[in-house]
């Protein structure tokens, strides 16, 4: 097989990986009502089971982050994302608030290692492409949010249990993952296990830090539309019951378009211009929202979000592995943590403000984050960050061993 076949085959692999991360986590967030009401926990309690969940996560990107030192990161990522299936299959099949608990941490424990090294083969594989493709591996992921969140109220409109709702996608994407994992690509065997033993270096971590903290602010930003979107079109801008839950949809198709076309935005104008639009255009969002006389306006508010948040999450990995290009893996799995900080720290943040103050104040919270990134711009590099086609590489050169072999 040729390289360019290769790669080809890697990209396509990967790129379902995501979809099916899309599918399963959409699955999971839109029936925690339903999750809820099966096991009855309390509205007090049910904080603790979700914040679990990236608490978990967290640690298990840590984890990662020492596993790929031994072994290949398409070796995590295939055994991951079937355990991470049927984790959820677990949440849908138990009958006490113990089987939850467990089904749920295992879900976060499965899907941090599951994150990571999506990331981190994407990463490398744009690398050996040597060209922008990042957006579209979580232009794939949106894709299948929005398939995932439709079974999910098709589920819930014909109210089938958990399990029943669940088994038809895990008995189909579980098998189909399994075999595009044989297709993976990673970095140069060689490469890669030396830049994980040597790690960041001295002041490594310093230099990641300003891409952590961009990618806790988009996460803040994110997880404020998927908590907060329905509750502020109906309790603050007066909008009925159905029309609450269409925000959170526009989002998601926004977010789709915006990453198939944003690798062909860095290619032509670079990541740091991509970057710092987005920016301006997701607190632009925020600020159309505070300011909504109605229903209508605000859903234009969210329209931009997506539009502008849906670059900074792809393109701070791809900085990630700019910066550290002989130390990618161990850059992807420390910055991801930070995608599990912004998760836990948004909703609260937002909920806590709006409960003190107003919901209308909160949404400039945000706002203001989101702008941070236009303070780091510079870290997402000028140099190596549009690969347009005066920068593109050999791409053999960056090919090591597929994914089926460990």
Not at 186 to 201: F, I, M, R, T, Y
Not at 296 to 312: A, R
Not at 381 to 405: I, K, M
Request: net charge positive.
């Amino acid at each position: 097989m040729t390289a360019d076949a290769r790669l080809s085959r890697g990209r396509g692999a990967l790129g379902f990986s995501f979809f099916v991360q899309g599918v399963t986590f959409a699955l999971l967030v839109t029936r925690i009502p339903a999750i809820q009401d099966r096991y009855g926990i309390s509205d007090g309690l049910l904080p603790v089971f979700l914040a679990a969940v990236p608490i978990l996560a967290g640690v298990s990107s840590v984890v990662t982050e020492h596993l790929v030192k031994r072994v290949a990161p398409s070796t995590v990522l295939r055994w991951a994302q079937p355990l991470v299936l049927l984790a959820l299959l677990g949440v849908g099949a138990g009958s006490e608030m113990w089987h939850v608990a467990l089904a749920l941490g295992a879900f976060g424990l499965f899907v941090g290692a599951l994150d990571a090294s999506m990331n981190m083969l994407g990463v490398s594989l744009q690398g050996a492409y040597g060209r922008s493709i990042m957006l579209g591996f979580h232009a794939a992921y949106s894709l299948g949010g929005i398939l995932g969140a439709s079974a999910a109220w098709a589920g819930a409109h014909w109210h089938l249990d958990l399990f029943t709702s669940y088994l038809p996608a895990v008995a189909i994407l579980l098998p189909l993952a399994l075999l595009a994992s044989r297709y993976y690509v990673d970095q140069d065997g060689g490469a890669a296990a030396a830049g994980a033993e040597k790690g960041l270096g001295a002041g490594g971590f310093k230099l990641l830090l300003p891409l952590c903290l961009v990618m806790a602010c988009a996460y803040i930003g994110d997880s404020t539309v998927s908590n907060w979107s329905a509750k502020y079109l109906q309790d603050v801008l007066g909008s009925s019951e159905q029309l609450a839950t269409v925000p959170y949809n526009v989002y998601m198709v926004t977010t789709l378009i915006g990453r198939a076309v944003g690798d062909l935005g860095v290619r032509r104008f670079g990541a740091v211009a991509v970057v710092r639009i987005g920016s301006v255009v997701a607190a632009a969002g925020f600020a159309v929202v505070a300011a909504a006389p109605g229903a209508w306006s605000g859903m234009l508010g969210f329209t931009l979000l997506g539009i502008g948040l849906c670059v900074i999450v792809p393109q701070t990995f791809a900085a990630a592995g700019r910066l550290f290009p002989h130390a990618s893996d161990t850059a992807i799995a420390r910055l991801n943590i930070f995608n599990y900080v912004g998760f836990l720290i948004g909703a609260p943040l937002v909920g806590g403000i709006g409960d003190a103050w107003n919901y209308r104040g909160a949404m400039l919270v945000p706002m203001v984050l989101v702008l941070v990134t236009l303070f780091h711009a510079r870290s997402f590099g000028a140099g190596g960050a549009r690969y347009g086609v005066e920068h593109e590489r050999p791409r053999v050169v960056d090919v090591g061993r597929g994914g089926n072999e460990v």
